[in-house]
């Protein structure tokens, strides 16, 4: 079946430094990705949509300097967040909608900001 | 923005019960989806509704969209321990069938 694959599971970074995730369709084509957020015992709160081709989306309240959206493939959309804090630290989740108009989830990237 | 109240926040039960948890929304949504969270990975979709009243199964899992297209509710039943795990009630929102507002969370938790 279709899968959504993200890289890396769990990552660790300085206070300040940059971190990209990656966010992959293994078997299918996606013109629209979303990036999610959720922090621990909450619940998932979608962060911007990631078009192919053109500039993401955000949400209220994110800040799109700060998590920058790059979907530069029809299979590949990347999250970086710059000058990462450690209020950064959160599980960051994507989905992705294949053509028959399904939502498949990443499996999740862990992020410590330290 | 759209809000999904659920509940329970958590429940604990026995082996073998059966449980039930809701949602309910201020506003009308066209669908109701529930997912199912394990520790340190994405949701996993267990059912979808797409009509008001509508009713379905999947396993001992039984979800309905409610006739008011405000409400939803889930019920496991004959609960086993791999049923552990955060339960998501989610609906599209922002204009898009895709983008999802998802509930608080139902944490189940199932002794042996």
């Known amino acids: 079946g279709a899968v959504v694959s993200q890289h890396p599971s769990r990552v660790i970074c300085k206070s300040g430094t940059s971190v990209k995730i990656e966010c992959r369709s293994l078997d299918f084509q996606a013109t629209t990705m979303f990036w999610y957020r959720q922090f621990p015992k909450q619940s998932l709160m979608l962060m911007a949509t990631s078009n192919e081709g053109s500039k993401a989306t955000y949400e209220q309240g994110v800040e799109k300097d700060k998590f920058l959206i790059n979907h530069a493939s029809l299979t590949l959309s990347t999250l970086t967040v710059t000058s990462a804090h450690p209020e950064d630290s959160s599980f960051y989740i994507c989905?992705?909608?294949?053509?028959?108009?399904?939502?498949?989830f990443g499996e999740g990237s862990w992020l410590t900001v330290v | 923005g759209q809000q999904l109240n659920q509940s329970p926040q958590s429940m604990f039960i026995q082996e073998g019960e059966d449980v039930s948890m809701n949602c309910t929304s201020s506003s009308i949504f066209n669908t109701w989806l529930w997912y199912k969270q394990d520790p340190g990975e994405g949701p996993v979709l267990l059912i979808a509704l797409y009509k008001a009243g509508e009713l379905t199964s999947n396993g001992r899992l039984t979800a309905q969209f409610g006739i008011t297209r405000k409400d939803s509710f889930l019920n496991i039943s004959a609960s086993i321990p791999s049923d552990v795990g955060i339960y998501f009630c989610a609906g599209p929102s922002g204009g898009s069938n895709y983008k999802l507002t998802f509930g608080k969370g139902t944490l189940l938790t199932v002794n042996p």
């Open positions: 989905s992705a909608i294949s053509l028959d108009n399904t939502i498949y």
